[in-house]
C-alpha cells in the first residue's frame, strides 16, 4: 500500500504483482510528460513519456495513463521486478520551451 | 552514445574554496541543463543553455556561476558557497524544441557536493 509521511511516499509491492505510480501534475497547459526511475546514487533514468493529445501509451512492461480532467498521470509496472525498486518522478512541460517541472515522488519497494 | 558524464563524482569543498563541476555529451544536444537535487526530493532546475547561450537562470545565486564553452561542455563554477548548498548536482541535455511537442533530457550521475 501507499504510505504518505515524512519522507517519500512508498508503494510497497509483491514481487511478480503489478504497480502502479500516481502523479497529479500542476499545469493545464503542460503539453508533454516523462516518468523517470532513479535509483540510489543515479541520475534519474527515462522510463516513458506521453503527449497531451494522447491518453495511453505503452512501453515494455510499462504503461503511462493520462487524464487531462482531472490532471493526472499514472505510471503501471507489468509484473514488477526487485530492479523496479526505485524512487520515480513524473515530470511535465509547458508548451513553450525546454523547461520540465518535477513532481514529488514515490519510492517503489519490491518485496521478494 | 546517450551518456551523459559528470566530474568529479564527489567533491567536499570549504565555504572559501572555488571549484567547478564539469559535464559532457556528445549525443548532438544544443539544451544543456543543470538542477540541484536534495535528499528524498525531486530534482530543482537551475539553469537551462539553449545552443550555448543562457536562456533560463531560475533566481539562483551568483555564487553558482555555469558556463557553456561549446556545444558538449557545460560547467557549474562554484564560490562561496553555503553548507545548505550541499546536494546532487545533476546535469542533462536535450534536443532544442521551439514547438510544442516531445522531447527528452537525459541526465548523468551527477556530483554529490558537500559543503562544510
Known amino acids: 500500500g501507499e504510505s504518505v509521511g515524512l519522507h517519500l511516499p512508498t508503494l510497497s509491492v509483491q514481487e511478480g504483482d503489478n504497480s502502479i505510480i500516481n502523479c497529479a501534475y500542476s499545469?493545464?497547459?503542460?503539453?508533454?510528460f516523462i516518468w523517470y526511475k532513479q535509483e540510489s546514487g543515479k541520475g534519474p533514468q527515462f522510463i516513458i513519456d506521453?503527449?497531451?493529445?494522447?491518453d495511453k501509451r505503452q512501453g515494455q512492461r510499462v504503461t503511462v495513463l493520462l487524464n487531462k480532467t482531472v490532471k493526472h498521470l499514472s505510471l503501471q509496472i507489468a509484473a514488477t521486478q526487485p530492479g523496479d525498486s526505485a524512487v520515480y518522478f513524473c515530470?511535465?512541460?509547458?508548451?513553450?520551451?525546454?523547461?520540465?517541472?518535477f513532481g514529488g515522488g514515490t519510492r517503489v519497494l519490491v518485496k521478494p | 552514445d546517450t551518456e551523459v558524464t559528470q566530474t568529479p563524482k564527489h567533491l567536499v569543498m570549504g565555504m572559501t574554496n572555488k571549484k567547478s563541476l564539469k559535464c559532457e555529451q556528445h549525443?548532438?544536444?544544443?539544451?544543456m541543463y543543470w538542477y540541484k537535487q536534495k535528499a528524498k526530493k525531486p530534482p530543482e532546475l537551475m539553469f537551462v543553455?539553449?545552443?550555448?547561450?543562457?536562456?533560463i537562470n531560475e533566481s539562483v545565486p551568483s555564487r553558482f556561476s555555469p558556463e557553456c564553452p561549446n556545444s558538449s561542455l557545460l560547467n557549474l563554477h562554484l564560490h562561496a558557497l553555503q553548507p545548505e548548498d550541499s546536494a546532487l548536482y545533476l546535469c542533462?541535455?536535450?534536443?532544442?524544441?521551439?514547438?510544442?511537442?516531445?522531447?527528452?533530457?537525459?541526465f548523468g550521475p551527477g556530483t554529490r557536493l558537500t559543503v562544510t
Open positions: 542533462a541535455s536535450s534536443q532544442v524544441h521551439l514547438v510544442p511537442g516531445a522531447y527528452e533530457q537525459y
Open positions: 499545469n493545464s497547459a503542460s503539453d508533454y
Open positions: 506521453i503527449r497531451s493529445n494522447m
Open positions: 515530470a511535465e512541460k509547458v508548451a513553450a520551451g525546454n523547461k520540465l517541472t
Open positions: 549525443m548532438g544536444h544544443r539544451a
Open positions: 543553455y539553449s545552443y550555448e547561450k543562457l536562456s
